[in-house]
Nanobody, 116 residues
Framework: QVQFVESGGGLVQAGGSLRLSCVVS??????MGWYRQVPGKERELVAA???????SYEDFVKGRFTISMDDAKNTVYLQMDNLKPEDTAVYYC????????????WGQGTQVTVSS
């Protein structure tokens, strides 16, 4: 059974940093992404990484966030620097699409709150 266990969230002041972790068990995926969601809005992609080390970022986090994957530990990280209040959200990891279809299992997420 696949599980995504996200951790590392918390309360931080604007300009601060957090490092999120996502431990994947039950399967391996060629790529993983970090997503975030605020109440009343759709979940949005933040960044993605492939097992080959290719990364991509949404414009609103470029230069501030860094995604990485430890293949041996089957763990995905998101280093978040220079956090802004608008980064406040619940953050989730997910492979996005598998075999051309949206992967519809989500973990519990980890709450990130950035105070101004």
């Amino acid at each position: 059974q696949v599980q995504f266990v996200e951790s590392g969230g918390g309360l931080v002041q604007a300009g601060g940093s957090l490092r999120l972790s996502c431990v994947v068990s039950g399967d391996t995926f060629n790529a993983m992404g970090w997503y975030r969601q605020v109440p009343g809005k759709e979940r949005e992609l933040v960044a993605a990484v492939s097992r080959g080390g290719l990364t991509s970022y949404e414009d609103f986090v470029k230069g501030r966030f860094t995604i990485s994957m430890d293949d041996a530990k089957n763990t995905v990280y998101l280093q978040m620097d220079n956090l802004k209040p608008e980064d406040t959200a619940v953050y989730y990891c997910n492979p996005g699409f598998v075999a051309g279809r949206p992967y519809d299992y989500w973990g519990q997420g980890t709450q990130v709150t950035v105070s101004s």
